[in-house]
């Protein structure tokens, strides 16, 4: 018997201040924040639409009935670096405030994944989609509901490979079968029980998964404005004068075949880089941050082609 501790990280009750605070910091994303809480929203709680189709037209608006047995599943998909996991793991926090009710955010562990026993993966999936299942049905009653569950799938690379993929292996492909199946058993049940696949490979992804996602979006490297804001958020409380910033912000674009900064390129790399130039002893200049920028390559553009290891 697979116990929760198997199967996820520790869950935990949204809204939380630490996430949502991380909710809130994230740039560059505010039409897809806009269009996942509705999604989500939906979703979790389809009788919102028809409350809403009531409100602004009548009984009985076809459009609404668009919205029936849509998978309750988000891709997440882009570079690296770029806020898939950050917003999978705190936009609960929103979500939350807007439905006034918790968000129970599960973390599908996959550590279990490579240690070669066959069908493991497909068990591990299966095991946490039925867990799911109980929970979304306790969170629902004739009065409608009073939880949420998001359960987020990171790092799902190998996971969501397409099964045309002659090279996948027939464990994978198992694999995602039993994906498939755990989230149209959730859209059959009408539980409210949302699933976050996040992965760095959408052009990999199996097509199946693409056509049953209600939702796919897609996470960009800054532009030149947002790696402005990222920096300025980094480098807030340090006097660095906006001449500077601006100079960082065209150092850290894309030049020739070189791709620009990451956001975590920026805050996980460069700003921790150059504070650890200027400790202990001198204070954090314009000329570290200029010289820490020219040593520090931007993470490279996943290679669509590249074969898993
Ligand atoms: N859009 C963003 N705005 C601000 N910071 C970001 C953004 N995206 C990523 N970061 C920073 O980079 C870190 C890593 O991002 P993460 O969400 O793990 O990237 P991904 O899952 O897309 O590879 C985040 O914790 C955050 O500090
Ligand atoms: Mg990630």
């Not at 079968?177 to 490979?201: E, H, I, K, Y």
């Not at 504070?275 to 001198?282: E, G, H, I, Q, Y």
């Not at 941050?289 to 553009?301: Q, S, W, Y």
């Amino acid at each position: 018997m697979t116990t929760q501790d198997d199967l996820f990280q520790p869950v935990i009750e949204l809204p939380e201040p630490v996430r949502a605070d991380r909710y809130r910091r994230l740039i560059g994303l505010d039409d897809i924040k806009t269009r996942l809480r509705k999604e989500a929203m939906l979703l979790a709680d389809p009788q919102r639409l028809q409350l809403w189709a009531e409100k602004f037209h009548g009984p009985e608006v076809a459009a609404t009935t668009l919205f029936t047995d849509r998978a309750p599943l988000f891709v997440f998909a882009g570079d690296v670096g770029c806020g898939k996991s950050a917003l999978a793991e705190s936009f609960g926090c929103d979500l939350a405030d807007a439905l006034d009710l918790p968000v129970y955010l599960y973390r599908l562990k996959l550590a279990t994944r490579g240690s070669g026993l066959v069908g493991e993966m497909t068990a591990l999936i299966g095991a946490a989609f039925e867990h799911l299942h109980l929970q979304g049905a306790k969170s629902k009653s004739t009065r409608g509901i009073n939880a949420v569950s998001v359960l987020v799938v990171d790092e799902a690379d190998a996971l969501v490979q397409s099964r045309e993929n002659q090279q996948m292996h027939h464990e994978d492909r198992a694999g995602v079968d039993a994906f498939l199946a755990g989230v149209d058993s959730l859209a059959g049940a009408q539980v409210p029980v949302l699933v976050v696949l996040c992965t760095n490979r959408l052009g990999a992804l199996d097509p199946a998964i693409m056509r049953r996602a209600a939702a796919t979006f897609v996470f960009d490297r800054p532009d030149s404005a947002q790696r402005l804001t990222a920096l300025r958020h980094a480098l807030h409380g340090i006097d660095v004068p906006a001449a500077t910033l601006n100079r960082l912000a065209e150092l850290t674009g894309p030049d020739g075949t070189r791709p620009g900064y990451t956001y975590s390129d920026l805050t996980q790399r460069l700003v921790p880089t150059a504070v650890m130039d200027a400790f202990p002893d001198s204070a954090l200049t314009d000329e570290i941050l200029l010289r820490t920028v020219r040593a520090i390559e931007p993470t490279p553009i996943f290679e669509e082609n590249r074969v898993a290891p």
